[in-house]
T-cell receptor
Framework: NAGVTQTPKFQVLKTGQSMTLQCAQDMNHEYMSWYRQDPGMGLRLIHYSVGAGITDQGEVPNGYNVSRSTTEDFPLRLLSAAPSQTSVYFC?????????????FGPGTRLLVL | GEDVEQSLFLSVREGDSSVINCTYTDSSSTYLYWYKQEPGAGLQLLTYIFSNMDMKQDQRLTVLLNKKDKHLSLRIADTQTGDSAIYFCAEWGTGANNLFFGTGTRLTVIP
């Protein structure tokens, strides 16, 4: 199993550009989520999904869109990047909601918005 | 959201014990967790404790929970250089579908 994979590892964007951060897992996990990590602030939940076709907002959803067309993939879209979205983004998956003991994190995508 | 607080830095000498502290606000949290993040990597779940427990031990790790004071600690015995990392505590917020993370404590182990 590859676990949770994220691409790209690093990206530089200009303000106003759009991009999609990719996340995939091969463990047949139902629950997937996106977090952003900022210095001195820990991780904050952006969006999450409890299964294909079902998504919901987390703590800081503004400026981000998600979709879940398959169990394996959970892409995060930035429609119009802003410098405030400079951060490290982590995708995570687990077998079911609240099954934190089976939660796996991807290696992260470092995003810089100029 | 919930407020989970940690001190930002801790330095210890190799072989000593490390104690990383955390305070949280949601008294109805069912689970509390400790994660480890090594440089350039994602988070790895270290251990967790149910809210009806006071202590949990797992090899070199001891978790203490004081529900009255909403205080959680992680003790690492015989700290090694490989323990140098950022440690996050987290709680599952009641009524929410996500973890609330602390700011993280950067542990530096001095050889």
């Amino acid at each position: 199993n590859a676990g949770v994979t994220q691409t790209p590892k690093f990206q530089v964007l200009k303000t106003g550009q759009s991009m999609t951060l990719q996340c995939a897992q091969d463990m047949n996990h139902e629950y997937m989520s996106w977090y952003r990590q900022d210095p001195g602030m820990g991780l904050r939940l952006i969006h999450y999904s409890v299964g294909a076709g079902i998504t919901d907002q987390g703590e800081v959803p503004n400026g981000y869109n998600v979709s879940r067309s398959t169990t394996e993939d959970f892409p995060l879209r930035l429609l119009s990047a802003a410098p405030s979205q400079t951060s490290v983004y982590f995708c995570a998956s687990s077998s079911i909601l609240m099954a934190v003991e089976t939660q796996y994190f991807g290696p992260g995508t470092r995003l810089l918005v100029l | 959201g919930e407020d989970v607080e940690q001190s930002l830095f801790l330095s210890v000498r190799e072989g000593d014990s490390s104690v990383i502290n955390c305070t949280y606000t949601d008294s109805s949290s069912t689970y509390l967790y400790w994660y480890k993040q090594e440089p350039g990597a994602g988070l790895q779940l270290l251990t967790y404790i149910f809210s009806n427990m006071d202590m949990k031990q797992d090899q070199r790790l001891t978790v203490l929970l004081n529900k009255k004071d909403k205080h959680l600690s992680l003790r690492i015995a015989d700290t090694q250089t490989g323990d140098s990392a950022i440690y996050f505590c987290a709680e599952w917020g009641t009524g929410a579908n996500n973890l609330f993370f602390g700011t993280g404590t950067r542990l530096t182990v001095i050889p």
